[in-house]
């Protein structure tokens, strides 16, 4: 079933462009991969363990 409420972009709540969807530009979309990347976003749940990590790493 179609959404019947108009899309907005989740970074500056403009409408969302088919071409960047569920963004309204390739900026938003940029700006948000930046989020991600310098941990703007983070979540929920215990911090990780770098020596977990490398355990994990030796295995593969």
């Known amino acids: 079933m179609p959404n019947s ?5 989740p970074i500056c709540k403009k409408p969302v462009s088919n071409a960047s969807k569920p963004f309204c530009s390739q900026g938003c ?3 948000d991969l930046l989020q991600w990347l310098g941990d ?5 749940g215990p911090p990780a363990d770098y020596a977990d990590s490398l ?4 295995k593969d």
Request: neutral net charge.
């Open 5 to 9: 409420f108009p899309e907005k972009c």
């Open 29 to 31: 979309k940029d700006r």
């Open 40 to 44: 703007g976003y983070r979540l929920p």
């Open 55 to 58: 355990a994990i790493d030796e």
